[in-house]
């Protein structure tokens, strides 16, 4: 049994190792539950975000690697039981010149230009916190985003605080700020994806991830990349 499975470059999730295979956290704990349910091979496609939903819809891959759970998403794939719960984080020049501590003080400063991966969640939480359309720069991936804060191009680039963290740690040159968590303190949660159709295989890696997520296996390999237990808390029914 064999499954394709796409994957974007964003450390410490999914990206390119130096042999060239893809490597990261949510790569490891597809692998683990995939082989768990009998997969002998698994053939990793790297793509660009905006391709993950309709590469999966299409059929050239059969399931994506994490990503947030959104109504509009929703309906167009099939996602997975939640495998982490995250806020979001932004990366700033070392000293943060222009103070920004999140959406609102983007929001509120006269000129501070945002970046961000075209299509993600993060641009719609910046709109709905005030941040004007055209202060919102889109790259294609994270690569291009990091080029463009490095270069002073845009003053913060946003994603997750796992990403930033991650990203922090081998540019020395940037650091983080965590934003505010939203209403009521929950944070979004983030799932594998998979064709609507596809019902059945959905419903074996479920069963799979319901019994796996939480153990002290699942927490140590999350540890391994600065993913943290209250990452994980949010989505499992309670300690293991």
């Given amino acids: ?71 509009e998403r929703a309906r167009q ?13 932004f990366l700033v020049p070392r000293g943060n010149p222009k103070a920004l501590t999140g959406y609102k003080a983007i929001a509120s ?35 291009d985003a990091i080029a463009a804060l490095l270069a002073g191009k845009i003053d913060a680039y946003v994603s997750t605080t796992v990403g930033s963290r991650a990203l922090a740690a081998t540019h020395k040159d940037v650091e983080v700020v965590a934003n505010e968590n939203s209403e009521g303190g929950r944070l979004p949660v983030g799932a594998f994806s998979f064709n609507k159709k596809n019902q059945e295989f959905v419903q074996v890696v479920n069963r799979e991830l319901r019994a796996y997520l939480g153990t002290a296996d699942h927490r140590a390999r999350m540890a391994k990349y600065g993913i943290e237990a209250t990452e994980i808390d949010g989505v499992v029914a309670g300690e293991r």
């Avoid at 295979?21 to 660009?48: K, M, P, W």
């Fill in 1 to 71: 049994m064999k499954v394709r499975i796409a994957y974007i470059e964003e450390p410490p999730f999914y990206w390119t190792g130096p042999d060239r295979a893809a490597t990261g956290a949510d790569i490891e704990l597809a692998d683990a539950v995939l082989r768990a349910i009998g997969v002998s091979s698994i053939e990793h496609h790297l793509t660009s975000f905006g391709e993950l939903l309709p590469g999966v819809q299409e059929g050239r891959w059969d399931m994506n690697v994490p990503i947030f759970v959104t109504p």
């Fill in 77 to 89: 794939v099939t996602f997975s039981e939640p495998v982490w719960a995250i806020g979001d984080g």
């Fill in 109 to 143: 400063s006269s000129d501070a230009r945002l970046g961000a991966v075209v299509s993600t969640v993060q641009i719609d939480s910046a709109k709905s916190s005030g941040v004007a359309e055209d202060r919102i720069v889109t790259f294609k991936d994270q690569p």
